[in-house]
């Protein structure tokens, strides 16, 4: 049974939530549908929220005080040259090292999929997934070396596919 809700603001404006569905998504007034499970102190505003209308999937860069939608982009590739962290809100990333480089990959959301590829060898690329199943670490070794990964809430992230990468 739909049930009527509060009013919701992110950053680019003030959006009413008109009910939720059958399986906790929260349909907004805006033809937007978003999955906001219940905490404590509210709504837990972690996530990624997909634009019914458009198609268009947004990831949440906010706490759960606050919201900052930015758009997910699976056509664009993130691309790291350096050591750091390979982002939610592309879903390929591109390693192109000029040396060895030790990577972290933090949390998605329930069924996110994350694809990293090295396309540049200069050295060793680590990477290490905050929370993850089945290996510690991912080292892409040479040029080609790729994973597709996909986020599951009770397990981390799991390598569905490799190839060539080295799981320790």
């Known amino acids: ?78 691309t790291l040259a350096a050591a750091g962290a390979v982002n939610l809100t592309t879903l390929t990333t591109r390693i192109d090292s000029a040396g060895a480089i030790a990577l972290t990959l933090a949390d998605g959301v329930s069924g996110q999929i994350k694809i990293i590829v090295m396309g540049t060898d200069g050295g060793d690329a680590t990477l290490t ?11 892409f070794n040479d040029a080609g070396d790729g994973v597709v990964l996909v986020f599951i809430t009770t397990k981390g992230w799991i390598v569905c596919g490799n190839n060539g990468a080295t799981l320790a």
């Open 1 to 78: 049974m739909p049930t009527t809700g509060t009013n919701f603001f992110p950053s680019t404006g003030s959006v009413r939530i008109a009910l939720t569905d059958e399986f906790g998504n929260v349909i907004l007034a805006e033809g937007t549908a978003a999955n906001l499970p219940s905490a404590a102190s509210g709504y837990a505003l972690g996530g990624e929220y997909l634009a019914t209308d458009t198609g268009v999937r947004y990831t949440n860069a906010g706490s759960t005080t606050s919201c900052s939608f930015v758009p997910f982009s699976p056509g664009t590739i993130q």
């Open 129 to 139: 997934p905050t929370t993850k199943t089945g290996y510690t670490t991912i080292t």
